[in-house]
Nanobody, 124 residues
């Protein structure tokens, strides 16, 4: 079992930055691929970024590539999402999720555990 808690969301102006954190409980955290997804009102939950268990592989949606950076600290059981150059279209609830196998990182259906989400609002 892995429990995930997101934090770091808030209100920021366009062009600003936020860093989201995903804190996990459970001694097996380091074995999981961790993904970030987001869901805007009236839209499907979409993939944002993911990082392999070792941190050696990272994946990004085209819409955030070059602006967002995912990283992890397994000693702290935490994954981070640094978001720079934020745009109003980045406004959404951001969720982190854990996947033991890491074979379909873009597929939200592949993830076994989810956090409760944190709201990110970018004003224009």
């Amino acid at each position: 079992q892995v429990q995930l808690v997101e934090s770091g969301g808030g209100l920021v102006q366009a062009g600003g930055s936020l860093r989201l954190s995903c804190a996990a409980s459970g001694r097996t955290f380091s074995r999981y691929t961790i993904g970030w997804f987001r869901q805007a009102p009236g839209k499907e939950r979409e993939f944002v970024a993911a990082i392999s268990w070792s941190g050696g592989s990272t994946y990004y949606a085209d819409s955030v590539k070059g602006r967002f950076t995912i990283s992890r600290d397994n000693a702290k059981n935490t994954v981070y999402l640094q978001m720079n150059s934020l745009k109003p279209e980045d406004t959404a609830v951001y969720y982190c999720a854990a996947d033991l196998f890491g074979s379909r990182v873009l597929d939200k259906g592949a993830y076994d555990y989810w956090g409760q989400g944190t709201q990110v609002t970018v004003s224009s």
